[in-house]
């Protein structure tokens, strides 16, 4: 069963709007939380993280927003842009070294 | 800059043979992992090393082995290849220090025929 979830697997948005990636997790003992971008051919790269004892963080143009209580993550990005368009994943850690990743939000941002 | 090299980009192997994968990092990384990502399931950790000759199983370990003489090379082996281990496979290292952040190689797309 999975521990992190993204049920949308798919997001279209309009250049210069808000888009909103969201995740879910069931593991209250996870103590870190990251979102990573993946280009078609290459592999993942981190975007943004935050700590389960903070419930924001922001760099530029993304802020993640992590909501304990719903055990619900989300990450915006204002305004989109068409470079932004990739598959999204969230992931969240477990004991230091284990990762578990959602399966991913594709995201296009129509120009 | 952080450079992840991983051995081949595309893998067409036959049922039963021994497949070795090869990860390759350059920043003296002391942790490395090994994930596979399959469509509707995302990435998930088969094993992952936090130094050298050490190695813990992450959640999809059956069936795979893996190797860390050197701390830049983190090898993933497939004893004997089944269909069922066709996927993407996916090379990351990251420093002790950082609390999450990993760097990703670009992948090996293995195929088992």
């Known amino acids: 069963d999975q521990q992190v979830k993204q049920n949308s697997p798919s997001l279209s948005v309009q250049e210069g709007r808000i888009s909103i990636l969201n995740c879910d997790y069931t593991?209250?003992?996870?103590?870190?939380f990251l979102w990573y971008k993946k280009y078609p051919a290459e592999g993942p790269t981190f975007l943004i993280s935050?700590?389960?004892?903070?419930d924001k963080n922001e760099d530029g143009r993304f802020t993640v927003f992590l909501n304990k209580s719903a055990k619900h993550l989300s990450l915006h990005i204002v305004p989109s842009q068409p470079g932004d368009s990739a598959v999204y994943f969230c992931?969240?850690?477990?004991?230091?070294?284990?990762?578990?990743f959602g399966s991913g939000t594709k995201l296009n941002v129509k120009p | 800059d952080v450079k992840v090299t991983q051995s081949s980009r595309y893998l067409v192997k036959r049922t039963g043979e021994k497949v070795f994968l090869e990860c390759v990092q350059d920043?003296?990384?002391?942790?490395m992992f090994w994930y596979r990502q399959d469509p509707g399931l995302g990435l998930r950790l088969i094993y992952f090393s936090y130094d050298v000759k050490m190695k813990e199983k992450g959640d999809i370990p059956e069936g795979y082995s893996v190797s860390r003489e050197k701390k830049e090379r983190f090898s993933l082996i497939l004893e004997s290849a089944s269909t069922n281990q066709t996927s993407m496979y996916l090379c990351?290292?990251?420093?002790?220090?950082?609390?999450?952040?990993?760097?990703f190689g670009p992948g090996t797309r293995l195929t088992v025929t």
């Open positions: 935050i700590s389960s004892i903070k």
């Open positions: 920043m003296d990384h002391e942790n």
């Open positions: 990351a290292s990251r420093d002790g220090t950082s609390p999450g952040e990993q760097y």
């Open positions: 593991n209250s003992m996870f103590d870190y």
């Open positions: 992931a969240a850690r477990y004991n230091f070294n284990k990762f578990y």
